[in-house]
């Protein structure tokens, strides 16, 4: 049995702008992935639309997907070293092969606070000049700036076999606001 898409809440009202404002959510987009495979295809498209400046915020359990769509992202990026878990050293940077920003891969599962307790990794500092991904963000990252995609990955609760993962991404801020997040379906 297939778990429901993530539900978004209500956008709220933008004003006389059909832009949304800072901090409220552009129409995003469902994915439904059946593999391994196709979310590491899911992160080589994302990282298309990336660049220096972008914040990614990875949620879901664990093992629903987060590292394997940040390993299709690092491939799309074209940058250096495996993408593996950060668990245990929290970040890890991975340059550009090329002219493209480097990758700062982040897992925040360990860490309780907020933006205050990842003061130390420097994020703000790294956050112009590279694509920042940090798993388990949520409530720990979102004061880096008003710009950000939300990536949520949700699968069956309870079986373990099932490859199947709903992903929805959603824009946050001006950044996102004409950006077509549709093309990630394709």
Known sequence: ???????????????????PSPGVASPGVEITVTSP?????????LAGLLRAGDLVMLS????????????????????RGAVTSPTF????????????????????????????????LDLDVSLSDSVIVVEWGEGKVE???EDRLRVRIDRAVGDTTDEVRHVTVTGLGERWATADVGVLAG
């Open 60 to 79: 879901g359990e664990l093992g629903a997907g987060k590292t394997t769509l940040t390993r299709g992202l690092g491939e799309g990026l074209d940058v």
């Open 89 to 120: 050293v929290i970040a890890r940077v991975h340059p550009p092969l090329g002219d493209g920003p480097p990758l700062v891969h982040v897992d925040a599962y360990r860490l309780s606070g907020g933006l205050d307790e990842m003061e130390d």
């Open 143 to 145: 004061e880096l700036t």
């Open 37 to 45: 495979e196709q979310m590491r295809e899911l992160g080589r498209r």
């Open 1 to 19: 049995m297939e778990a429901p898409a993530a539900a978004q809440g209500p956008a709220e009202p933008s004003g006389p702008s059909s832009a």
